[in-house]
T-cell receptor, first 112, second 115 residues
């Protein structure tokens, strides 16, 4: 059974720092892995989707990587800003299941 | 496009009452799903649909019913509300989840409290 873990559960960093958020999954057989951002009281906003054949995806200051063999994905945020403060969730999609498996998220606070 | 819309935003029910949470999308997405989000437990899949007339159970389906009569709408029905169903409910959609290339889009959520 696929399980997705995000550690740490919470993280505080000073503004301007580059940071890495981690996502681990137990079964390397995934179609894709998607990263989301969730602001308090809001829905999830898709940030990046990495297909199983890809190693990384980039959007602005965000870069997500995928290493299926080690069961790990990372979300790199460059030059963090207070506006980046939110909860970041990752979700893995096992083939043939029609079901995404979510991690419990990392709550990020960027201090001004 | 309005994207994925959900109504109501907030709802308070008494134990035993029934209600329907509405979800609609205007992106012609085949796949739609319902999740509940609880503190410390992440998002858990309740039901999903891969197209009009086709629905299936997710991880936590008990106490909930769904139907998909059109591509656009995917309502979630609570049959007899219980305090354990107090949660935030999210609807999501994707064009073609089976191919693994299309991202999921989420609605703004419905915050439900059952007294």
């Amino acid at each position: 059974k696929q399980e997705v873990t995000q550690i740490p559960a919470a993280l505080s960093v000073p503004e301007g720092e580059n940071l890495v958020l981690n996502c681990s999954f137990t079964d390397s057989a995934i179609y894709n892995l998607q990263w989301f951002r969730q602001d308090p009281g809001k829905g999830l906003t898709s940030l990046l989707l990495i297909q199983s054949s890809q190693r990384e995806q980039t959007s602005g200051r965000l870069n997500a990587s995928l290493d299926k063999s080690s069961g790990r994905s990372t979300l790199y945020i460059a030059a963090s800003q207070p506006g980046d403060s939110a909860t970041y969730l990752c979700a893995a999609y096992p083939p043939g299941t029609y079901k995404y498996i979510f991690g419990t998220g990392t709550r990020l606070k960027v201090l001004a | 496009n309005a994207g994925v819309t959900q109504t109501p935003k907030f709802q308070v029910l008494k134990t035993g009452q029934s209600m329907t949470l509405q979800c609609a999308q205007d992106m012609n997405h085949e796949y739609m799903s319902w999740y509940r989000q609880d503190p410390g437990m992440g998002l858990r899949l309740i039901h999903y649909s891969v197209g009009a007339g086709i629905t299936d159970q997710g991880e936590v389906p008990n106490g909930y019913n769904v139907s998909r009569s059109t591509t656009e709408d995917f309502p979630l029905r609570l049959l007899s509300a219980a305090p354990s169903q107090t949660s935030v409910y999210f609807c999501a959609s994707s064009y073609n989840i089976a191919g693994g290339k299309d991202e999921q889009f989420f609605g703004p959520g419905t915050r439900l409290t059952v007294l």
